[in-house]
């Protein structure tokens, strides 16, 4: 009984985190920070390491004894969500970051089975607002928040 759920997840997330520790290297940093202690690959460096080990801890050490089945899938619902995201990605530049984010949001909370629509525009909107802030004040990137034809 090799092939648990857990195991399975961990050899998923192991792959993912050495492709993305190969990918590091590809981050440019600026000559000045050649020497710095704290740099743009730093986090990185540290994510793709505590993912390694904590992929490779689910891999050894599994809780769940359960055998891997795709019978137990909710695969309309997956396919859903990938339609959904395909969606957001087409939308997300011609209604800008705050709409298509927000109607993305509240479409995968109600799909998710969350019924009571005060909830859902409460949780993804000031969601969504302070990512977008965020985004745009704390780390300095640029997203459009409206679409082209409401900005001034």
């Known amino acids: 009984m090799f092939f648990t759920k857990d195991r399975i997840g961990g050899i998923l997330l192991l792959i993912f985190c050495c492709?993305?520790?190969?990918?590091?290297?590809?981050i440019r940093l600026l000559p000045f920070q050649a020497d710095q202690a704290f740099?743009?690959?730093?986090?990185?460096e540290?994510?793709?390491?505590?993912g390694i080990i904590l992929s490779m801890a689910l891999?050894?050490?599994p809780t769940n004894r359960e055998r891997f089945s795709i019978k137990e899938f909710n695969w309309p619902l997956g396919l859903a969500f990938l339609l959904l995201m395909s969606l957001y990605g087409f939308t997300v530049r011609p209604l800008g970051f705050l709409l298509a984010t927000s109607a993305f949001l509240i479409a995968g909370f109600a799909m998710?089975?969350?019924?009571s629509p005060i909830k859902l525009v409460l949780v993804a909107v000031p969601l969504v607002v302070l990512f977008w802030a965020l985004m745009n004040y704390g780390l300095d990137v640029t997203v459009q928040p409206l679409p082209?034809?409401?900005?001034s």
């Open 19 to 26: 492709i993305y520790a190969l990918k590091i290297g590809n």
């Open 39 to 44: 740099t743009a690959r730093t986090m990185p």
């Open 46 to 50: 540290a994510l793709a390491v505590m």
């Open 59 to 61: 891999i050894i050490f």
């Open 112 to 115: 998710l089975g969350e019924r």
């Open 148 to 151: 082209s034809f409401l900005r």
